[in-house]
């Protein structure tokens, strides 16, 4: 049994203070982005935000703020280097981004999350004669039609209670992480490329291509650490 007053508990409650530190600046620094980003440089206007920008904000800052949940407890949890490395660099870019987007919503006079339920911005869109519905056009691989018909209670790609409980728990982190993180990624996915395809601000659109470009390399590499460990995806949700 470790002492939690020796040096392994003391090494234990560093690393936590500098993985809240880390997470504390990231969501700080997101946040003056956020607000710079809403600033024109060349006196050009940026079009107001529309449903898609507000509600790609709202619901991807709580898709992320469970990655970046999820990423904390195996840095903390997990002695594998590889696996440290990605749950970091998750932890974060997410946070950093939910800091952005939620200085966004605060600039627009939004509330940080919909009391509606999630995903109800991503309705029928009529692009060039040709009709889009939720999405479905991107080719992501399912859960893409499925909430064209008005707001959901849960996103697809999102942990259950009793996954993040057993996460905290069990003796196979790393695995678990992994398998819990592609499916995140995976279903986050095709809220991301519809905001990049349909939303009004040039700043969001922006940071939803960046988000898919960084999670389609994440989700590879994810899928690369896992076979590596004997484990294998998790049906999508």
């Not at 809240?20 to 969501?27: N, R, T």
């Not at 507000?54 to 840095?75: N, R």
């Not at 849960?154 to 003796?171: F, V």
């Amino acid at each position: 049994m470790e002492d939690s007053g020796g040096f392994g508990g003391q090494l234990r409650r560093q690393r936590t203070a500098l993985v809240v530190l880390g997470a504390v600046g990231a969501i700080l620094l997101g946040f003056a982005i956020g607000v710079l980003a809403r600033i024109p440089l060349d006196g050009a206007k940026e079009p107001d935000p529309g449903t898609v920008d507000v509600g790609f904000t709202q619901d991807m800052s709580a898709h992320h703020a469970q990655a970046v949940e999820m990423a904390g407890v195996a840095l903390l949890r997990s002695s594998d280097t590889e696996v440290r490395r990605l749950a970091y660099d998750i932890m974060t870019t997410q946070q950093a981004q939910v800091g952005r987007m939620q200085g966004w919503l605060q600039l627009w006079g939004k509330p940080a999350q919909s009391i509606d339920g999630y995903m109800g911005w991503m309705t029928d869109t009529r692009e060039n004669g040709h009709d889009h519905v939720g999405g479905a056009d991107h080719g992501s691989g399912g859960g893409a039609d499925h909430h064209a018909n008005g707001p959901v209670a849960t996103m697809p790609g999102m942990a259950s209670a009793e996954d993040l409980a057993t996460l905290r728990q069990t003796p196979d982190v790393d695995r678990l992480f992994l398998q819990l993180m592609l499916r995140h990624h995976q279903g986050g996915l095709p809220m991301i490329e519809y905001a990049a395809q349909h939303a009004e601000t040039t700043a969001v659109r922006t940071l939803a291509t960046t988000m898919a470009a960084t999670q389609t390399n994440e989700s590879q590499l994810i899928t690369t650490l896992l076979t590596a460990r004997g484990g294998t995806p998790l049906p999508t949700n």
